[in-house]
Nanobody
């Protein structure tokens, strides 16, 4: 498994969680990374994505101001800090990795990745459940 998510769980509304995505077998620095989620009965959607240098993070409108994406290239790990969680955040969260070569710039890459449906690698997902 190239991408392994962790950190999901059950939390009350208003609470926080931190998701992690550890990678192996790929040059982490060469990949645009992101978090997607699939809510019950919905299609998978891009939540937050970031370019290979960490600049220009993209956030879906529904999570702006509440979620923060970060990457530690020295640890080959992607994070998603989620605060003020709402019941509508209940979903399976997936880590995604897409090689940087098809992107024009790192700063704009996050927005591009989060709009994609086909990427190079997907994790198996971690379930986040918010109780009201």
């Amino acid at each position: 498994e190239r991408l392994v998510e962790s950190g999901g769980g059950l939390v009350q509304a208003g609470g926080s969680l931190r998701l992690s995505c550890t990678t192996s077998g790929l040059r982490f620095d060469d990949y645009v990374m992101g978090w997607f989620r699939q809510r019950p009965g919905k299609e998978r959607e891009g939540v937050s994505c970031v370019g290979w240098t960490g600049g220009g993070p993209y956030y879906a409108d529904s999570v702006k101001g509440r979620f923060t994406i970060s990457r530690d290239n020295s640890k080959n790990t992607l994070y998603l800090e989620m605060n003020n969680l709402k019941s509508e955040d209940t979903a399976t969260y997936y880590c995604a990795a897409d090689a940087y070569l098809s992107y024009v710039s790192s700063h704009r890459a996050g927005a591009v990745l989060c709009g994609k449906t086909n990427v190079d690698y997907w994790g198996k997902g971690t379930l986040v459940t918010i109780s009201s």
